[in-house]
């Protein structure tokens, strides 16, 4: 079992190494900083300010929605942080090259992915017409995750589960069903 834990653990590191070859490339490099930077909540504010002016108080559920879940999933991302205490790929093997500061210090699971499959879900269940540009937008901001070092593969694998599964899961809370 340790031996495959090990294999397992190179494989990660390798992925990281080759994803984080795209950070000597530009304009990628801006690309995904800019894209790990609007993961920072930047965009969920802008898209809650802009559902607010377009939808008016029709948006006050999905918004209010979003609020839940975005909080849910910053208390359990941090709480499973602090527990499993995984370092970040940058400071686990020094070939891999920090391409952003760090939000916060653990690496496991990544919060960013966690939000933005959440608020992608909630969304495009709300309002449609999203899908198109929120979709590529969140496989954005897991992806520049891992190429700039932040985040191990399993790291956005395990935040996109979670950020899910609370999502779904806040379906079946009795303030939002038949929400929609």
Known sequence: MQRA????????????????????V???HAVFI????????????????ALLLVQGI?????????????????ALYAAI???????????AEPRVALGTRALDRYSFPSGHTLHAVSFTILATTYYPALTGWLIPVAMLIAASRVVLGLHYPTDVAAGAAIGALLTWGS??????????
């Open 26 to 28: 530009q304009p990628s």
């Open 171 to 180: 379906f079946a809370l009795p303030f939002f069903v038949g929400a929609l």
């Open 81 to 91: 942080k602090h527990g499993t205490q995984r370092l970040r790929p940058y400071e």
């Open 34 to 49: 800019a894209a790990s930077r609007l993961g920072d909540g930047i965009l969920w504010y802008a898209l809650w300010i």
């Open 58 to 74: 029709s948006a006050i559920p999905a918004l209010l929605h979003m609020a839940v879940v975005g909080l849910g999933g910053t």
């Open 5 to 24: 834990l090990i294999r397992f653990h190179q494989w990660e590191i390798a992925a990281c190494l080759v994803l984080g070859r795209l950070q000597r």
